[in-house]
């Protein structure tokens, strides 16, 4: 068990929906990580945020969208949803310190189904 | 981040070391070289992380030579439960950790 928690577990939806992921980091982990993975894929960086803050964008599409909230859990809200956006979306934490290098820890992920 | 190039597939046999080797020629000073492992369907991993020389735990070693060009994941006599993906990231604190293709390791009986 990693500590990062993610809900829900499982979910499916039709096209054009939207969903939001939620994701609960380890305890005293500051930075919150989103990945995205289609069926044998590989794991692609969507956002991270560092302590309620927008640190980094990767390719997150502009239907999607995520925040941190002051108690540092995160929201990844997925909207007008297509059938590629089928996938398990990952979230991970970290504490970022400030002299070693950066240790990730994921959940178990969500699996998105889009019908 | 660093980028890093690892072999897209290797085989092995129970109770075999395996080695895998990660490039990273654009290493920073400040980059720490970190192994991942990806079982299907779940999150990554961590394995192991170092920044030179070698580093040894419980469940693997990371050799990095004196220039920090590459290094290498050995895995201990493996075993059919080693089968798995296993990504290199090099980078700091300040990078956003971003994953490449991974090395697609099986290990076969």
């Known amino acids: 068990d990693s500590g990062v928690t993610q809900t829900p577990k499982h979910l499916i939806t039709a096209t054009g929906q939207r969903v939001t992921l939620r994701c609960s980091p380890r305890?005293?982990?500051?930075?919150v990580y989103w990945y995205q993975q289609s069926l044998d894929q590989g794991l692609q960086f969507l956002i991270q945020?560092?302590?309620?803050?927008?640190?980094a964008k990767g390719n997150i599409l502009e239907r999607f969208s995520a925040q941190q909230f002051p108690d540092l859990h995160s929201e990844l809200n997925l909207s007008s949803l297509e059938l590629g956006d089928s996938a398990l979306y990952f979230c991970?934490?970290?504490?970022?310190?400030?002299?070693?290098?950066?240790?990730?820890?994921f959940g178990e992920g969500s699996w998105l189904t889009v019908v | 981040l660093a980028k890093t190039t690892q072999p897209i597939s290797m085989d092995s046999y129970e109770g075999q070391e395996v080695n895998i080797t990660c490039s990273h020629n654009?290493?920073?000073?400040?980059?720490?070289i970190t192994w991942y492992q990806q079982f299907p369907s779940q999150g990554p991993r961590f394995i192991i992380q170092g920044y030179k020389t070698k580093v040894t735990n419980e469940v693997a070693s990371l050799f990095i030579p004196a220039d920090r060009k590459s290094s290498t994941l050995s895995l201990p006599r493996v075993s059919l439960s080693d089968t798995a993906v296993y990504y290199c990231?090099?980078?700091?604190?300040?990078?956003?950790?971003?994953f490449g293709a991974g090395t697609r390791l099986t290990v076969k009986p």
């Open positions: 654009n290493i920073a000073t400040n980059d720490y």
């Open positions: 991970a934490s970290s504490f970022l310190t400030g002299t070693a290098g950066n240790t990730i820890y």
């Open positions: 305890s005293g982990d500051l930075s």
């Open positions: 945020y560092y302590n309620g803050e927008e640190r």
């Open positions: 990231l090099v980078g700091d604190i300040n990078n956003d950790m971003r």
